[in-house]
């Protein structure tokens, strides 16, 4: 596991860096090549255990030093060569190093290469169970108080001290178990805290993706109703037109007229629109603010579909003060398209009624029309309308109802669009 950097290291001192750096570099490349550290871990401690028995300062600790050379080598090199795998297989090391520990107890030569054990108790607490730290601390112990235990007891030597012989090496097994559990903790909470920073990174880019998605969703709904509202009022006018070329040739002007101030009106918008979405817009094409519609826009709103063809009637209370901007941005556009749809499918002679009334806990829209009931109107076809509509009205806690309209025969004679949003809270009270 790399080891990570604290948040505040380019305000550390330099010989702080410089050590963080040196760690860092010996970290890579023991990743890289294991087992050349390894094996220079193993020949070094080969090393100095062999000039510890070539010049003769084992005898200084030792409870017999009389032992031929060839022994002592062996038990040298059986304690130091099984290193090079302690990392792998800590415990399967301990066990091949175990009857060469009973070789330097026993004997009486008590070799501080002996001491090397500790090297293996730190690994095995710093990879393996905890239930196996007990057995490894038994067999680390076992060679200790075997060879005190047979020079004590008539074996060649006289007062045996045991604080030296095995309660100070076994001190040192427990202080080499509790550093490899402190190191491992140590890690384990690293990779703990790098494991919740992966998925705070992921649930940052789920976010990200989300809130993307939504904010496609909303454009892509702004960008119908501007479309297909000003569509329709042109496809109203360019056919009043051509009707009335025939016989009103001033009437025809005035629908390619209003064809044009529809036009440039849908383009300004669609412009704005998409220069919200230019990550770093030029200043000249930078988009100019300007306030979203609302329910003061109706009447303007209402002209337009009028010209286009459709009488509409308008009843709509006075606007109270209290209802949010975004509210009447949400009603402007559930009238809107609700008159868009009336002039793609109500056909010739048909006529539109609008009515808004403010509670004192929601605001009430109903907008009927004399014409069609296509499969589309029904959100059967293509269409988008009224899944658009209905999920503004779902931002503000509302519902919306849209189905045709029928005579007391029971026969289909237009539409009906209702819808009902509540006042936020704090705006009712």
């Known amino acids: 596991m790399r080891p990570t950097p604290p948040p505040d ?3 550390a001192p330099p010989h702080a860096r410089l050590l963080g750096r040196a760690q860092q570099f010996l970290h890579a490349h023991d990743v890289r090549r294991p087992y050349l550290w390894d094996g220079l871990v193993t020949a070094g401690w080969f090393v100095a255990a062999h000039i510890d028995y070539s010049s003769g300062g084992w005898r200084t600790t030792a409870l017999d030093p009389r032992q031929p050379g060839w022994l002592l080598l062996a038990v040298t090199a059986c304690l130091t060569v099984p290193l090079f795998w302690r990392r792998g297989h800590p415990f399967a090391v301990l066990l091949a190093t175990t009857p060469a520990a009973f070789a330097n107890a026993l004997s009486g030569a008590f070799l501080q290469v002996g001491l090397l054990q500790l090297l293996l108790l730190f690994h095995i607490a710093l990879r393996l169970p905890l239930r196996a730290l007990w057995w490894s601390l ?3 112990a076992a060679p200790l108080v075997s060879g005190s235990l047979r020079h004590d007891l008539g074996g060649g030597a006289e007062g045996v001290d045991w604080s030296m012989t095995v309660a100070q090496p076994l001190w040192w097994g427990v202080m080499a178990i509790l550093t490899g559990s402190l190191v491992r903790s140590r ?3 690293t990779r703990a805290l790098e494991e919740r920073a992966r998925r705070l990174e992921v649930e940052r880019d789920q976010q990200a993706r989300l809130a993307a ?5 909303r454009i892509a709904r702004e960008m119908h109703d501007i479309i297909g509202h000003n569509l329709a009022v042109i496809t109203g006018l360019a056919d009043g037109g051509a009707y009335a070329a025939r016989r009103s040739p001033d009437r025809a002007a005035e629908a390619l007229t209003a064809i044009g101030t529809t036009g440039r009106q849908a383009l300004t918008e669609l412009r704005r629109l998409l220069d919200v979405l230019r990550e770093d817009p030029p200043d000249s094409l930078r988009p100019r603010l300007s306030p979203q519609p609302a329910l003061a826009d109706l009447d303007a709103l209402v002209a337009r579909v009028r010209t286009a063809g459709l009488p509409v009637d ?3 209370e006075d606007l109270p003060d209290a209802v949010p901007a975004g509210l009447q941005l949400t009603v402007y556009r559930l009238v809107q398209e ?5 002039l793609k499918h109500a056909g010739e002679g048909a006529s539109a009624e609008v009515r808004v009334r403010y509670g004192t806990d929601a605001v009430r ?4 029309d004399t014409g069609g009931t296509a499969p589309s109107r029904a959100g059967v076809g293509p269409g988008r309308g009224l899944a658009g509509m209905r999920e503004r009205a779902a931002l503000y806690r509302g519902t919306l109802d849209a189905g045709p309209t029928v005579d007391a025969g029971g026969r289909p004679v ?3 669009v209702h819808a009902l949003l509540p006042l936020p809270e704090e705006t009712s009270t």
């Open 338 to 342: 609700a008159l868009t749809n009336a």
């Open 138 to 140: 038994g067999l680390v």
């Open 365 to 368: 829209l109903t907008v009927t």
């Open 314 to 316: 308008v009843g709509a």
């Open 213 to 217: 998605a939504a904010e496609r969703a």
């Open 9 to 11: 290291a380019a305000d």
């Open 187 to 189: 890690r384990e909470r």
């Open 414 to 416: 237009g539409w009906r």
